[in-house]
C-alpha cells in the first residue's frame, strides 16, 4: 500500500468519523425516518438517472438496500433522535464486524476461526459493559436501537457479498434507490405528514439550513466523496489492509463529538471501546494463508469492518 493510498484510506475514516456530526446537525431540524427518506432520494435520483444498474439479482440488490440502508438508518437516526451520544454511536456501529462474521458463517458457510470467534467475544464482552454502564443511567434503548442499525447493516453486507457486483460503487448508489419508498411509510406512520411538512416548510430558517447543510455533508461528502476513494482503495489493494483503517472512524467520531459537541463519555465506556475496537480487528482480519493476497473483492470478514457511510 503506497504511502498516498495509506493518507487517503485516512483521510476517508476522517470523512467518516464527521458523518456522524453531520447526522446529529440533519436531526436537528427534521425528523429521523424522514431524514433518512431524504438522504437517500436525494442519491437514488441521479442515480436511477445517469448511473447503469449494476448486473447483479434483484433480490440481492433489495436485501443490500433494506438492510444498509433501510435498517441501519432508521434504527440508527432513531436512537440518535432519542439521545444516544453522538460519538458512542460511531464505536457501537462497529458491531456490524462481527455481526456479519457470525451471519456468514451461518448463512454462507463461511469458516469461523478460534482467532475470529475470540475477536467476537471481546466485541461482544465490550458492548455488554457499554449496555450495562448505560442501563444504569436508564439510557439502554438507544444502544440496542444502535445494535439494531449494526445487525441491519450485517444483513446488507451478507446481501452485497452475494450480490458480487462487477462495480461495487454502482451497487453502491443502485442501493440508494431501495430506501425512500419504507422510509417515507414509515416516517407517514411514526412521524407523521405534518412533521414532515414543517421540516420542509422552515428550511429557510437558521435551523433549517444547519440540517440542510448536514444532509448535504451526509450525501455528497460521506457517501458520494468517501465510498468513492474507499470502493478505490479496496480495489487496488489487499482488503484485510485497507479495512483496518475503518477503526479510526469511532476514534474520529469520538473525538469530534467531545471537541464540538461536549459529549463526555464515562472511563468505562471508553475503556469497553478500546475492547470492542480491538475484538473488531482481530475478528475482522483474514486467516493467515491469505494474507498479503489481493482478492478482488472485499472478503466477508472485512465487508463487516466497513464504517458508516
Known amino acids: 500500500m503506497t504511502t498516498r493510498d495509506r493518507l487517503l484510506a485516512m483521510l476517508v475514516a476522517m470523512v467518516w468519523g464527521l458523518n456522524f456530526l453531520a447526522i446529529h446537525a440533519t ?25 447503469p444498474r449494476p448486473k447483479v439479482k434483484a433480490r440481492w440488490l433489495i436485501g443490500y438496500g433494506l438492510g444498509f440502508g433501510t435498517g441501519q438508518f432508521a434504527f440508527l437516526f432513531i436512537a440518535l433522535d432519542n439521545g444516544m451520544p453522538t460519538g458512542l454511536a460511531s464505536l457501537v456501529l462497529q458491531a456490524s464486524a462481527p455481526f456479519t462474521v457470525l451471519l456468514g458463517a451461518f448463512f454462507l458457510r463461511e469458516r469461523l476461526t478460534p482467532r475470529q470467534l475470540a475477536g467476537i467475544l471481546a466485541a ?12 444504569e443511567a436508564a439510557a ?3 444502544v440496542l436501537l444502535t ?28 442501493m440508494s434507490v431501495v430506501p425512500p419508498i419504507p422510509m417515507f411509510a414509515l416516517s407517514l406512520i411514526f412521524e407523521g405528514p405534518r412533521a414532515q411538512w414543517e421540516s420542509l416548510a422552515t428550511i429557510g430558517t437558521a435551523n433549517g ?4 447543510g448536514g444532509l448535504a455533508y451526509v450525501v455528497a461528502i460521506g457517501t458520494v ?8 482503495l479496496m480495489r487496488r489493494n489487499p482488503a484485510n489492509i485497507v479495512a483496518p483503517f475503518s477503526l479510526l472512524v469511532p476514534v474520529v467520531g469520538m473525538s469530534a463529538s467531545f471537541l464540538l459537541l461536549g459529549e463526555r463519555p464515562a472511563l468505562v465506556e471508553i475503556l469497553a ?15 493467515r494463508s491469505s494474507r498479503g493476497s489481493a482478492p478482488d473483492r472485499p ?6 469492518a466497513r464504517p458508516l457511510r
Open 27 to 51: 436531526l436537528g431540524h427534521f425528523p429521523p425516518l424522514f431524514a433518512g427518506m431524504l438522504r437517500f432520494l436525494v442519491i437514488a435520483i441521479p442515480t436511477i438517472l445517469f448511473i
Open 124 to 135: 461482544v464482552a465490550g458492548m455488554i459493559v457499554i449496555a450495562w454502564h448505560r442501563a
Open 140 to 142: 439502554l434503548l438507544p
Open 147 to 174: 445494535l439494531l442499525g449494526a445487525f441491519s447493516w450485517a444483513i446488507g453486507n451478507i446481501c452485497s457479498r452475494q450480490a458480487r457486483p462487477e462495480n461495487p460503487l454502482h451497487l453502491t448508489l443502485w
Open 209 to 212: 439550513w444547519i440540517g440542510v
Open 225 to 232: 466523496f468517501g465510498a468513492g476513494i474507499w470502493t478505490t
Open 273 to 287: 471501546g478500546v475492547v470492542v475496537v480491538g475484538g473488531v480487528l482481530v475478528g475482522s482480519l483474514p486467516p
Open 299 to 304: 472478503s466477508l470478514e472485512t465487508l463487516g
